[in-house]
């Protein structure tokens, strides 16, 4: 934490900034106290990306999806202001040193906190992608180590910096602010990040397995000379996992897979980690106590810092203006103050003009003093139909009173042009030319999830939560973005990581769930006509199509994991494993041959098939829903 500097800004929104928190390749961050002196994190983004209009809209799409995260594993965003000279957004601030900072001071960290912070970012992610938002630059740097557990920061809006005077190179890519920033931690990004493909939700989980491996030795494996070499090495290197305790191998070598489908999702690396170990003696001790006495720390610079912040100034442009009663009784003179009197005295004449504006009809002067509106005498009325008064003696010929004329009416709504967000309609179009009504909202309808009035930018819809379609009115000015409501269910707008169930059969509904054994993960999603076969690379999986008759373009086929009771579901002949508890309620965990204990014969999709095993051990399993899901593995003792 560091004092202002001179080009700080005193004031931002409703927030007093205090202190400087950090500085990264999207902005500056500062410690700021609210109206209600509540502590935020303010982010002012940097100037060079504040005049830059499509980072604009980025940056405003982005903190949008952000504010929707709901986690007690996340510094939640509370307020922004896009439209400011300088764009900003506050999150809930969080006392706690960063894991960057602790790993630099104290060096790594042990196992029992390793499993802690696991668990704690693995419930982060899965609330984050549960928001339809993938972090792209989880990273020690934004990782708060809170007395209650890790908080994760900055989920979702690095994306609004990407492409805002950046460089791509055709083999190795990463975003570089005008000012030579790097936006995202190269050491910490995905292969496919660091190669410029698209991102999903298994991007996080590759940054979790290198946050995770580093926490356990003290060094990033893939940190290199520069950028360049670093970068090089996420896509290409592998790294030695020799010295990690088999309970955090486990989760951490499958998240360094360098195929993005076969890294587990944020569900299954808490299924992994299972139970936590007891924290230490005192309320909430997560961590080392040299981890503890830095939060202590920070506490005692922030108390020293929010008094005197609080602390009005009053100045001379300061003092409102004041008008003294006049005195109601005696007083003796005011010997602390000799204009006491004068000030008395001038606040009557105030109150005076005052009451004499106010008597006087429309608060004009009389005539008598300078022009205006005569009050009205013993010789006027005021006709009940007519606003002026009437002299009793006025015979009616000066000026004929004319009605005011009738308002125009009001323009009829049009149903697009005054849409709002919730609203629901039928195309009777084509989905390149389409002829929307109002309905209601059910089955084959499109529901407008947001609406951007004064826009006519398609790229305003991007990263909306369940967009089908996006469609623009310029007579208008206002863009739609679409979200159909298929007849089969939720599951349609499933996105990789979620878990959806339903039954077998075109015509069945499916819908999101928990995750749990016995529902299904999605691990792809293909969009238009998709073939089954995109889904063969996955081949213990379901594959799922959702069909949309009429609109070829909205078919979306998902590529479905079975969420097995443990890795024997998954597991092949030769696979070495853990086998952990009675034969009647084992459980089957990958491992290295030298850590396994037993390791598998044979598998087939039978349940039950005891015969097929012989003399073997034996584990089964079987959803009555998909029994061709089901399997009897075999396994010998090492």
Known sequence: MEDLGGADPRRIGRYRPLAVLGEGGMGRVLLATGPHGNLVAVKRVHEHLAGDADFRKRFKREVAASRKVRSPHTAAVVDAEIDAEVPWLASEFVYGPSLHRVLEETGRLPADAVLRLAAGLAAALRDIHAARLVHRDLSPSNVMLADDGPKVIDFGIVRAAEGAGTTRLQTMTTAVTRSGSVIGAPGFMSPEQAQGAELTPASDMFSLGTILLMACTGTNPFEGPGIPQTMFNVVYATPELGAVPDRLRRVIEPCLSKTPGERPTPARVLELIGPLPEAGAGAARCWPPAVHRMAEAQRAQVRGLVPAADAPTVTADAVPPTVVAPPTGPRAPDRQNPAGGVVAAVGLVVLLILALVVWLPGGDKDDTAGGGTPAPTATETFDEERSDPVDEADTGTDTEWEPEPEPEPEPEPDPVGDAETGDCFTNHGTMQDLDLTPAGCGDGTFEAVAVYHDSTDYDDCDGVQDVDWSVNYPYWETTLCLSYHHSSGTAYHAQPGDCVYGEQ???????????????????????????????????????????????????????LAMNYPDDAGVAQQNNCMIKSGPDTAATFTFSGCEEGNVYVTGRTSTYNDIAFCGNDGSTTWQNSDFPDLGYTVCWQWL
């Not at 998709?530 to 063969?536: G, L, N, Q």
């Not at 069909?547 to 979306?556: N, R, T």
């Open 505 to 559: 059969g075109d015509s069945s509904y499916w819908g999101e769930a928990d995750c749990e054994t016995g529902n299904f993960t999605v691990v792809a999603r293909f969009g238009e006509d998709s073939p089954s076969s995109d889904c063969d690379s996955w081949t213990w999986h379901h594959s799922r199509y959702f069909s949309v008759e009429g609109w070829p373009e909205l078919g979306v086929r998902l590529c």
